[in-house]
């Protein structure tokens, strides 16, 4: 086990990319764990959505994310093993909270990263969220969605992740969560081949 928390990764803003990514001469689905805390006003369906939306977006990387519901008071959860444990690259853990103390408004996410270049936990903030949703008249499970994955992304890539477009640009604009609703947006080819390096370097599972 590996612990995370070091630096903070601002989060998006908002963004986009294009082309899907294929991950050449791999025939397995690499699984990566992720536990899930919701500690926001979110609606457990539209969290349930927005996993799907993120699920996709790694599926295009060749990662199968298996989420763990940990809810608020995780010791009172059936999955309340998963929701303990974490292990870099194979089991991070995300919470959603209503807003960030120290970054500013418009930052939707945060990623902790530790001393070896990763990291296993990432916050996602509910009040830009919405508001992003407000303003663009895209789905909140498409916006949280492919914002989860964008700090996911972080974890998994390590510092200096962002690039000027795709899923890991650090500021989307209203054509960008356009295309985050066609399914347009994910991550480019070089940085599906890192994160992929990355996982078949930690003990992760495969089917
Ligand atoms: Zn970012």
Not at 15 to 24: A, E, M, N, T
Not at 98 to 111: E, P
Not at 134 to 163: D, F, R
Request: proline content about 4%; glycine content about 10%; overall charge positive.
């Amino acid at each position: 086990m590996k612990s995370c928390t070091v630096a903070v990764v601002p989060g998006l803003i908002l963004l986009l990319l294009l082309s899907p990514c294929l991950v050449r001469g791999r025939s397995q689905f690499v699984q990566v764990r992720v536990s899930v805390r919701n500690a926001s006003p979110l609606l457990p369906s539209t969290l349930k959505g927005a996993e799907q939306v993120a699920g996709r977006v790694f599926q295009r990387a060749g990662i199968e994310i298996l989420w763990v519901s940990c809810g608020v008071g995780a010791a009172d959860e059936p999955s309340a093993i998963g929701c303990s444990e974490v292990s870099f690259p194979s089991h991070l853990h995300l919470q959603i909270i209503s807003a960030s103390r120290d970054l500013s408004r418009s930052a939707v996410g945060a990623a902790f990263l530790g001393k070896e270049n990763g990291g296993c936990y990432a916050d996602l903030f509910y009040e830009p969220i919405h508001r992003l949703q407000e303003v663009s008249n895209v789905s909140p499970a498409v916006v949280l969605g492919h914002a989860i994955a964008h700090e996911l992304g972080h974890l998994l890539l390590g510092s200096n992740s962002h690039s000027p477009r795709g899923l890991m640009r650090g500021h989307w604009t209203r054509h960008d969560l356009e295309d985050a609703s066609k399914g347009r947006l994910g991550f480019s080819s070089e940085q599906c081949l890192r994160i992929a390096a990355r996982l078949e370097r930690g003990e992760t599972d495969t089917r």
